[in-house]
């Protein structure tokens, strides 16, 4: 496998990000709600295309901007593969929405900030849930080559992703698939010499250095979750669906 170049990251700044109505867009239906935020599948107005708004929750900060929102967004504007999700911009709205008047006043100046991606038709969960649906031995090999190729790429570019599952694992309808979600991906270096949280990637694909309270990893934390999903896949279903952390060891 080809290494990714340090000049494919894409270090060009965007003036125009931000400066841009969620206005230009029409909701069409929410597709998802996560920990950071809902997100709707959307149309530009002004041309037809279809994206994917990432509503950023701003519920809980009554003080400026979300961590891991900036990080997440910091990390996006450099990554530029076709493995990996694409962040096109953000948007605003000026104020409060319609469906949040009723909220209490501490939010009742704030407007809302959105991350505008390109849409996927599936995820690697919903495909592999349907029923009677099992994929085939080449379906496999082409996604894992998918997963594995997006996720060196980020490697090679000193950033964990530290969340790889299957509702993370986007697919559209001619079967590429793209990392997603990157709200708990973190930039590192190989001279690290700081702590990192282990409270870290979802219980199933959670590596045991980081159930025993590792705090200094690197990118074998998400290889591992790629070994679970290559398993799962394989299998069926999840291979370690532990139900807390002290069953997930035993």
Not at 5 to 14: I, V
Not at 63 to 86: D, Q, S
């Amino acid at each position: 496998m080809a290494a990714a170049a340090y000049g494919q990251l894409n270090l060009e700044e965007s003036p125009s990000w931000g400066s841009r109505s969620v206005d230009c867009f029409e909701k069409l239906e929410q597709i998802g709600e996560g920990t950071y935020g809902q997100v709707y599948m959307a149309r530009e107005i002004k041309t037809g295309e279809i994206v994917a708004l990432k509503k950023i929750r701003m519920d809980n900060e009554k003080e400026g901007f979300p961590i891991t929102a900036i990080r997440e967004i910091r990390i996006l504007k450099k990554l530029r593969h076709e493995n990996v999700i694409k962040l096109k911009e953000i948007v605003t709205s000026p104020g409060p929405e319609v469906d949040e008047q009723e909220k209490s006043d501490v939010n009742k100046y704030k407007g809302n900030i959105y991350m505008v991606f390109e849409y996927m038709d599936h995820d690697l969960t919903g495909l592999a849930d349907r029923p009677g649906l099992r994929f085939t031995i080449p379906q496999i090999k082409c996604y894992m080559r998918q997963l594995l190729t997006g996720l060196h790429y980020c490697h090679i570019n000193q950033v964990l992703h530290r969340d790889i599952k299957g509702s993370n694992l986007l697919i559209d309808n001619e079967g590429n698939l793209k990392l997603a979600d990157f709200g708990l991906a973190r930039s590192f270096s190989h001279d690290h010499t700081g702590n990192l949280t282990n409270r870290v990637i979802t219980l199933w694909y959670r590596p045991p250095e980081l159930l025993l309270g590792a705090t200094k990893y690197g990118p074998a934390v998400d290889m591992w979750s790629v070994g679970c999903i290559f398993a799962e896949l394989l299998h069926g279903k999840p291979i370690l669906p532990g139900k807390n952390e002290v069953r997930h060891i035993s």
